[in-house]
């Protein structure tokens, strides 16, 4: 639990200005939810508890030819990546 409020602290209420109890909470659930369904987790490979990694990409050409999109959340405050089609 200490390990999550310090990293709940560092990563969103040490950049955001808190105007009022609904904004607080507003702002804790979305970074619960990018925390626990987004954000990589320093476990084995930095695999997500839920999914697996996906294969590594080691052609050159794949990897420009990747499509990759960034969602803010919080105004910017996090980031989520994602591989479009």
């Known amino acids: 639990m200490e390990r999550w409020i310090q990293t709940c602290r560092r990563e969103l209420l ?3 200005m ?3 109890q609904r904004h607080l909470l507003h702002a804790l659930r979305e970074f619960e939810q990018f925390y626990n369904g987004h954000r990589p987790h320093q476990g084995i490979a930095n695999a997500r508890p839920p999914e697996p990694l996906p294969p590594p990409i080691d052609d ?10 960034r969602l803010d959340r919080l105004g910017g405050i996090l980031h989520e990546y994602r591989n479009t089609a």
């Open 18 to 20: 808190i105007w009022n």
């Open 60 to 69: 050159p050409d794949i990897s420009a030819r990747l499509n990759i999109r």
């Open 14 to 16: 040490d950049r955001t």
